[in-house]
Structures are given as structure tokens and as C-alpha cells.
């Protein structure tokens, strides 16, 4: 039996892009897997995400910012920084 997938989406503000991500992927992967975000200096979500994400009839406003330490380590196993990724592909090899 395989396991539901756990993903933790990590960012800086997770304000915008990791909670759009989050949505997306429970939306996608349903209620079985386990995903959540987190930002290193989080602040509010942003109004403009919320927006967005409506116009997706995804609903963002009960979504919390939250640092890392607020997630518990079982939940981090597979985690994807979007803006950490963009600068690894730029860096020269």
C-alpha cells in the first residue's frame, strides 16, 4: 500500500506563492495527502492571492501563515521552494 503524499511547500513570506501552491495541490491530490506551507519570515496572506485563487473557486481565506517550526516533521519529507528552485537553475554549473 502506498503511502498519501506529504508536501510542504517553503517559502519566504508564505504569503502568495506557497499558499497558492498548497491550494492547488490539495485540490489536486485530495483530502488523502498531507500538505501544507510555510515561509522562513511569513506574513499575511496576500488579498491578491485570494483573489486569484477564487477566480479558480479555490478558497484561500481560511489558510494561516505559518514558519517552519509550526509544521510538525512528519509532514516534511518532500518540500519545493519556488524561489530557491529558480535560483538553483540559474546558478553555473
Known amino acids: 500500500m ?6 510542504l511547500f517553503l517559502c519566504v ?12 495541490a490539495r485540490h489536486l491530490l485530495g483530502p488523502q495527502a498531507q500538505i ?5 519570515r511569513p506574513t499575511q496572506v496576500n ?4 483573489a486569484v485563487m477564487r477566480e479558480l473557486d479555490l478558497d484561500l481565506s481560511a489558510q494561516r501563515r505559518r514558519p517552519p517550526g509550526a509544521v510538525p516533521r512528519r509532514a516534511r519529507p ?3 521552494s519556488p524561489r530557491g528552485a529558480a535560483r538553483a537553475a540559474r546558478r553555473p554549473r
Do not use: F, H, K, Y
Not at 513570506?13 to 492547488?24: G, I, K, P, V, Y
Open 2 to 7: 502506498t503511502s498519501p503524499p506529504r508536501i
Open 13 to 24: 513570506a508564505n504569503s502568495a506563492r506557497s499558499q497558492m501552491a498548497e491550494a492547488l
Open 36 to 40: 501544507q506551507s510555510a515561509g522562513t
Open 47 to 50: 488579498p491578491l492571492a485570494v
Open 78 to 80: 518532500a518540500a519545493r
